[in-house]
């Protein structure tokens, strides 16, 4: 991870961030080379990055930038020149941060980069606070993506479960596991059925962070489908690549609760992951087949590959011993829900409008984009079925996205209703191609917006 320090050493380059070149140190050279985007000038070794504005969105964007084309030149060190105020600061270090991810565990020749250190220098008092915060955000991200990332004849479930423990061990915060008999015993026939034609046994990761004072507690539930072929009802081949990623939303909770344990913040935080593989065999759970949910409800199962929300159900049933004041379950959930926002977009569903608009302001904020999907009668109705209390697809193919949230909030109890929601990161959890602070592959996402949330929380109290 990239070394950024508070201080005044002479670099070996700088990097600039102009609303225009007026009054720049190399305003003639860059009018001459029509300067547009992105420049390096040779002769004062100083890359310059054109930003339309300070916006923190666009200084972190920018920032990635930057990084990525400094390490590609034969520096060691470099020096930033900060700008936009706290949060374009905060901006400018999480793009330093994220733009400096690489991921080449499978590669036999590494891409080397010279630049080791980056020197910043401001007048701001909480400078030192805010680089802390954004290094153990960012160490987060790191940690998810390479999870997600990782590919899954090594990422099973008991993999994930042992990197949650070795984590957990480290942090000084609890870990424990649940495997298949405990699982028979808190009746979690729904998450079992998916897991039942793997070799590999299906695990539930619970891991509880509880400071001595605690403002709020939080309970964080993650799809963590580590491999998802979609059972009988097999996926297309084409739509089988990228599956490794199925298990982000779990990911995302590993990072989420260490970061806020690594952040100190006065909230007890539990995450509850169901790492599950979903695989085709003799004894694959079948359409036509009714599951006995561990909140007692029936389930008429008409597609394998709607298993996600299967397992969720008995993770959110299970969350919901532990009495939360905020319950939010992260998941790779739906195709739907990238055709409807875009691979760069999660949707936010829920029944409390002003707990919905109090996550995405959050989420907006620390640069991740989102959207809330409505609920609404007429779409629960697509999920009703005639032999259970609730089928696991729509009747119809529109609506897809929300009709999965629906059958999720079957199995919130009354008194969590409000307290709940849902985050469908199926689109920017994974995509193949560079876009924002994030690089090919796995985003991390969800861990800056659940953090800034938390982090609300803690403010308003």
């Not at 020149?81 to 999480?94: S, T, V």
């Not at 409800?297 to 969720?312: F, P, Q």
């Not at 995509?431 to 659940?450: F, L």
């Amino acid at each position: 991870m990239l070394e950024i320090k508070i201080s005044d050493q002479k670099a070996q380059c700088e990097i600039e961030f102009i609303t225009s070149v007026e009054g720049s140190e190399d305003e003639v050279i860059l009018k001459e080379m029509n300067f547009k985007d992105v420049f390096f000038v040779q002769e004062t070794r100083k890359l310059y990055i054109k930003v339309e504005n300070h916006d923190p969105d666009t200084l972190r964007e920018s920032a990635a930038k930057a990084v990525r084309y400094i390490k590609k030149l034969p520096f060691e060190s470099a020096r930033v020149h900060l700008c936009g105020g706290r949060k374009g600061i905060e901006a400018i270090l999480m793009g330093l941060y994220c733009g400096d991810y690489v991921f080449e565990t499978y590669k036999t020749q590494k891409e080397e980069s010279p630049l080791r250190e980056v020197f910043i220098e401001c007048g701001c008092e909480t400078l030192g606070v805010v680089l802390e915060e954004c290094r153990v955000v960012a160490s987060n991200i790191f940690l998810v993506r390479d999870l997600v990332n990782t590919i899954p004849n090594e990422a099973t479930p008991s993999y994930l479960a042992q990197i949650a423990k070795d984590k957990a061990q480290e942090l000084g915060i609890e870990c424990s596991v649940l495997d298949q008999k405990k699982m028979q015993e808190e009746k979690m026939e729904s998450l079992l059925a998916v897991a039942r034609a793997s070799v590999h046994e299906p695990k539930l990761i619970h891991l509880s962070y509880k400071p001595k004072t605690s403002k709020a507690r939080l309970v964080f539930v993650g799809k963590g489908l580590t491999y998802d072929s979609g059972g009988l009802s097999l996926k297309p081949a084409d739509y089988m690549v990228t599956m490794k990623a199925d298990k982000a939303g779990g990911c995302a909770v590993m990072g989420i609760i260490f970061a806020i344990a690594q952040l100190g913040l006065p909230l007890e935080v539990h995450g509850i992951i169901g790492a599950v593989e979903n695989m085709i065999g003799g004894n694959a759970y079948k359409p036509d087949d009714v599951l006995i949910s561990r909140e007692g409800k029936s389930i008429e199962v008409r597609n394998t590959d709607a298993e996600g929300r299967l397992v969720l159900a008995d993770c959110l049933s299970y969350a919901q011993d532990l009495k939360p004041d905020y319950l939010i379950d992260l998941a790779t959930l739906t195709g739907a829900c990238v055709v409807g926002l875009g691979e760069f977009t999660y949707g936010i569903m829920g029944h409390n409008t002003e707990l919905k608009n109090h996550f995405e302001q959050n989420a907006l904020q620390s640069g991740e984009l989102v959207a809330q999907l409505p609920f609404n009668s007429h779409l629960r109705k697509l999920i009703d079925s005639k032999i259970a209390d609730v089928c696991n697809v729509s009747s119809s193919r529109y609506g897809g996205a929300i009709t999965a949230g629906m059958f999720l909030a079957e199995f919130v109890r009354e008194e969590n209703r409000d307290k709940w929601l849902h985050l469908d990161i199926a689109g920017p959890a994974y995509v193949e191609k560079e876009w924002d602070i994030n690089p090919y592959g796995a985003s991390g996402i969800g861990v800056r917006g659940c953090v800034e949330f938390a982090k609300s929380l803690v403010e308003e109290k």
